[in-house]
């Protein structure tokens, strides 16, 4: 199963928030982006979900 619709199928209401944000955007983010801005927007307890999942990766680990 995608992503994407598993997110449609345990959070509805999360990712018809994200349609309207990425609508709302001039620039169109991604619906990934926009998803997880929905998230954190009702369930601010995620922010550290969101974070991991942007972060770039660490520069020292690949020198090892």
């Not at 999360?14 to 369930?43: F, G, I, K």
């Not at 991991?52 to 020198?63: N, T």
């Amino acid at each position: 199963m995608k992503l994407t619709a598993l997110r449609w199928l345990l959070d509805p209401a999360t990712s018809l928030l994200a349609l309207r944000l990425r609508a709302q955007e001039p620039r169109r983010m991604s619906y990934d982006a926009a998803w997880r801005l929905a998230r954190v927007t009702r369930h601010p307890d995620e922010m550290v979900y969101r974070h991991h999942g942007h972060l770039a990766e660490d520069p020292d680990d690949e020198m090892q």
